[in-house]
């Protein structure tokens, strides 16, 4: 018997020998045992013997065609199948159907209309299965159930067996089908062999479905994996996870299911119940799902739907970094990326994390916007932080607080890092933001952040002027630079302060602004009043303006103009006599005080009120011991201070001492 059919069914516990006459050349002896009570089997003998030749007296069994009763229906476009014919179906059936289409390449679409077949949660007792020609399982099917259902095949021949036991029976089934070209429908594709693997896989150019297990609940000791995606290159993967049932572990580490990318690197690990759908955007066109079990506790699984979408139409969650407390989402092309931290939840505690953003590309600036941020907060952003570096280490933002305002960022480099750390007390969701590479010559400086360096600035091929900010004081915590570049080697900058109003400290600790060369040389230092206007030659075809501010007193800011100027034709008895090596400093001797309430305060309260000390010494000194002249005017009088000494002139009458 070469079909299947079963003959005898045979169990129990018998030490009474049976015979029995089985009229074929061939036959097939299949055992199968579940999980839970063994035996020690069974010991048989047979002879062949010629066609006629048994004992009447001895039991002959032949296949009961009557088990297998159907309406079976097959042309060219298709067919269909009602098991059993009529009535419920029979115990101990075994039954076999082929469904074949003669033309290559044909696809086969079939429909469950209904069915009525004793439910298991793994199929184990009464079952319909669809199998390829070479004996592979695709589906297996039981329970009750008026809703239709469809699959597509990527085949065109299938064999479909129906088996059942000697206790629960039923109505069975009825299907029909089709032969479709491909591409006509959705194609599902079941996991073959194990069955512990067994699932629904749909997916199309579009996108799909993964159901786990196919019905009832997952088993134990499971190991599986899926690949989905698409070929077309710059598409992102839009994953949702309709419902999960999968066993709980703190960091699941019982039952989970994994999202990989295909470099294996864990992107997200899933467990526990839920059936509220949850969303996850993945940046890449083709990504692993895997599952896995242990040996205890099992669920309903899961099941999740996917869509491909074209990169920049969604934001991305997940993580390419495997360190689990850096954990991110980092993108990056030849025109930009994004950086989501964390994927999800909250940053932990002691992070330290750095991501390198920028191209190799010449010439270009990054333009960086914050979308949205919630980071620990410190006046100094002195506990937990995101803070910018150029590629030697120098710090040019250092964020922290709590926004939903995005705050754009332009720095004039094409490479930067980005450094999140956290202390160990206090945690927040993190950050979200973008960035793009822009050519230096269409990028207007700056664009730093609504209400913290938004600035009126001009610039044009002679020069151009500065005035920040634009209205009012200016805030705190403000961390801002602005590039004045000539383009041209031969070129000086010629800058004119306009007027200054910048929270005074003798060493400008806590609001300055800095002018810095190009490799961040400090040339200049200003903070206090300037109400004269005062020029300055800067021997550079390049500089750069630094303001910052702390986290107490405001001022109203600085306003500045400058020209370009021929290299060597600025004026000898300029103030940019050995600047290059000794850079002056700007600073005011006379100044009104205002308590600082951060950390860093208190240490500068310290100093100032030393320094305090030696200024009413130095007033006694050339008030009475010496008289002196002073001039008035604002905050105090503006001198201008060279690192030797060899200046010491009142800003409000600048001229210079040799």
């Not at 699959?151 to 064999?159: C, D, E, G, I, K």
């Not at 995101?386 to 926004?403: R, Y």
């Not at 020209?563 to 000794?582: I, N, Q, R």
């Not at 950390?599 to 006694?620: M, N």
Request: glycine share 8%.
């Amino acid at each position: 018997m070469t079909n299947d059919t079963v003959i005898e069914r045979i169990c129990g516990r018998t030490n009474a020998s049976e015979t029995f006459v089985m009229p074929f050349n061939q036959i097939k002896f299949v055992f199968r045992s579940d999980h839970i009570i063994n035996g020690l089997g069974f010991n048989i003998t047979y002879t062949f013997a010629p066609a006629g030749t048994a004992n009447p007296l001895i039991k002959t069994t032949t296949p009961p065609p009557d088990k297998c009763r159907s309406v079976f229906l097959q042309s060219s476009d298709g067919g269909s199948l009602l098991y059993p014919s009529t009535g419920n179906y029979d115990m101990s059936a075994s039954c076999n159907w082929t469904i074949s289409n003669g033309a290559p390449g044909m696809y086969i679409t079939m429909t469950i209309v209904w069915k009525d077949i004793e439910m298991s949660s793994t199929c184990a007792y009464d079952w319909i299965a669809i199998r390829r020609v070479d004996g592979t399982q695709l589906q297996r099917i039981c329970g009750r159930t008026n809703n239709s259902e469809s699959f597509t095949f990527p085949v065109n021949q299938l064999r479909l067996e129906f088996r059942s036991d000697s206790i629960i029976n039923g109505k069975g089934f009825y299907l029909n089908y089709t032969f479709v070209p491909p591409g006509t429908a959705d194609t599902i594709t079941l996991t073959p062999t194990p069955d512990k693997c067994a699932a629904v896989v749909v997916q199309n150019a579009n996108g799909g479905m993964i159901k786990y297990p196919v019905t009832g609940l997952y088993q134990n000791s499971a190991v599986c994996s899926w690949t989905i995606g698409t070929d077309q290159p710059n598409m992102w993967i839009s994953l949702v996870l309709q419902w999960k049932n999968i066993e709980q572990g703190t960091s699941c580490q019982y039952d989970a299911l994994e999202i990989r990318d295909m470099n294996n690197t864990l992107m997200e690990k899933i467990c526990g119940n839920s059936s509220t759908p949850e969303e996850f955007v993945l940046p890449y066109n083709q990504v692993k799902i895997n599952f896995k079990s242990d040996s205890i506790y099992v669920g309903l699984g899961f099941n999740l739907t996917y869509m491909f979408s074209p990169i920049g139409t969604l934001i991305p969650r997940t993580t390419t970094t495997p360190r689990d407390k850096c954990l991110a989402v980092f993108t990056q092309d030849d025109k930009g990326g994004s950086l989501l931290f964390p994927p999800s939840g909250f940053y932990m505690n002691s992070a330290s994390c750095t991501w390198n953003v920028g191209t190799a590309q010449p010439g270009m600036y990054i333009v960086m916007t914050l979308m949205w941020k919630n980071i620990e907060f410190h006046s100094a952003c002195g506990w937990d932080s995101l803070t910018v570096k150029n590629v030697g280490g120098f710090q040019l933002e250092k964020i922290c607080g709590n926004s939903s305002t995005p705050e754009v960022f332009v720095f004039a480099y094409n490479q930067i890092q980005l450094v999140f750390y956290s202390d160990s007390i206090n945690f927040g969701l993190g950050f979200y933001l973008t960035y793009t590479f822009a050519p230096a010559s269409s990028v207007v400086l700056p664009t730093q952040g609504p209400g913290k360096c938004l600035a009126t600035q001009v610039s044009n091929a002679d020069g151009g002027s500065l005035k920040f900010p634009p209205t009012g004081n200016y805030p705190n915590n403000a961390f801002c630079t602005w590039i004045i570049d000539s383009d041209q080697s031969v070129e000086w900058v010629e800058l004119t302060i306009e007027y200054a109003n910048i929270q005074f400290n003798q060493v400008c600790m806590y609001d300055a602004l800095e002018i810095r060369t190009d490799d961040h040389v400090i040339l200049r230092t200003l903070c206090g009043n300037v109400t004269t206007p005062e020029t300055i030659v800067l021997p550079y075809p390049r500089v750069m303006l630094m303001f910052r501010s702390d986290g107490s007193v405001t001022g109203l800011g600085f306003s500045l103009s400058y020209v370009y100027v021929k290299a060597g034709t600025a004026d000898p008895s300029s103030k940019t006599d050995e600047m290059d090596s000794t850079p002056l400093e700007l600073v005011t001797t006379t100044a009104v005080y205002e308590a600082e309430t951060h950390p860093g305060a208190i240490a500068g309260g310290v100093v100032g009120g030393l320094l305090v000390l030696v200024i009413v010494g130095l007033l006694l000194f050339f008030f009475v011991i010496r008289p002196r002249r002073f001039a008035a005017g604002g905050l105090g009088n503006i001198q201008v201070r060279h690192s030797k000494g060899k200046q010491d002139v009142s800003m409000d009458n600048p001229t210079y001492v040799n």
